[in-house]
């Protein structure tokens, strides 16, 4: 069964960094287009970041020059690096992966920016 974890979510005052990871258990995981997503609540989910299997990135507006996306295919992991954290970039952050018809969510990682 694939498995989806995300880790380095936590409170962080505004300004801060936090650095979250993204690991999946799956064979050819060089393959997938890996996206981080956040939900706020009382919102919708949204696409903060994605990588796709040969290496090109999209951001949302809101954190374009603040967050950077990166993945390494030989540790099955991809990492979301925020930067100069705002209180409205708290969310629950969740990880995709997509490759052709599959993909896999994993359970998300609390991200709070609060002085």
């Known amino acids: 069964q694939v498995q989806v974890v995300e880790s380095g979510g936590g409170l962080v005052q505004p300004g801060g960094s936090l650095r979250l990871s993204c690991a999946a258990s799956?064979?050819?995981?060089?393959?997938?287009?890996v996206g981080w997503y956040r939900q706020a609540p009382g919102k919708q989910r949204d696409l903060v970041a994605e990588?796709?299997?040969?290496?090109?990135?999209n951001f949302a507006d809101s954190v374009k020059g603040r967050f950077t996306i990166s993945r390494d295919n030989a540790k099955n992991t991809v990492y979301l690096q925020m930067n100069s954290l705002k209180p409205e970039d708290t969310a629950v952050y969740s990880c995709?992966?997509?490759?052709?018809?599959?993909?896999?969510w994993g359970q998300g990682t609390q991200v709070t920016v609060s002085s």
């Open positions: 799956v064979i050819i995981f060089r393959l997938y287009t």
């Open positions: 995709n992966i997509m490759w052709r018809t599959t993909n896999y």
């Open positions: 990588i796709t299997s040969g290496g090109s990135t």
